[in-house]
């Protein structure tokens, strides 16, 4: 992010200074930002705005995200958020998910394709859940050798050398066709 964009809430100008603009409030002396975008300082109209066009969804609690896999640690995935509830997402997110109480090997490995739900909004960070049936692997590989694999109960298994290994499966498994990474 950066020094021009501002997240809501933050300060953008001051009110003897400027009048508020789109995507603004007045707070006493301050003019402050009511989403995540581009700052606005329009000197000539003494307008202070926040620019709509950049702005950037930030999920909300409820929302399913599908993600890629960043990074899969001991005790939580962090998830690149690609969809939020079925729209594209532009903008760099990243989202992580406590993985630590699911009894599983591999919850989901570095780059899988994730369905979670988003919980909560801790200093700034991004908390989903992958708990719920629905929730999980929609895409993965096989951790030998990149092979297609196949649902077994809830494990899967490669079909090209026959690995079997646990992931965390959505119900949604397999289904997906819309999967092209990139
Ligand atoms: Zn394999």
């Known amino acids: 992010m950066n020094e021009n964009q501002k997240i809501p809430g933050e300060k953008i100008a001051q009110i003897e200074e400027y009048l508020p603009g789109d995507n603004t409030f007045e707070d006493d002396e301050s003019i402050r930002a009511t989403t995540i975008g581009e700052i606005n300082l329009d000197s000539s109209e003494r307008l202070a705005s926040v620019n709509s066009q950049t702005q950037i969804t930030?999920?909300?609690i409820g929302d399913i995200i599908i993600g890629v896999?960043?990074?899969n640690l001991p005790?939580?995935?962090a998830i690149m958020i690609k969809y939020v509830?079925?729209?594209k997402v532009v903008a760099d997110l990243e989202c992580i998910c406590v993985t630590r109480?699911?009894?599983k090997k591999n919850i989901a490995l570095a780059k899988d394709v994730v369905k979670v739900e988003i919980i909560s909004h801790i200093n700034g960070t991004i908390h989903a859940s992958i708990d719920s049936q629905e929730l999980g692997v929609l895409f993965t590989k096989c951790r030998k050798c990149f092979?297609?694999?196949v649902k077994m109960r809830d494990a899967v298994k490669c079909k090209d050398c026959g690995w079997i290994d646990?992931?965390?499966l959505s119900l949604d498994f397999g289904k997906s066709?819309?999967?092209t990474q990139n």
């Open 85 to 87: 509830n079925g729209k």
């Open 101 to 103: 109480h699911i009894r």
């Open 75 to 77: 005790s939580m995935i």
């Open 177 to 179: 066709d819309f999967i």
């Open 58 to 60: 930030v999920p909300k």
């Open 166 to 168: 646990d992931r965390k």
């Open 147 to 149: 092979g297609t694999v």
């Open 69 to 71: 896999v960043e990074a």
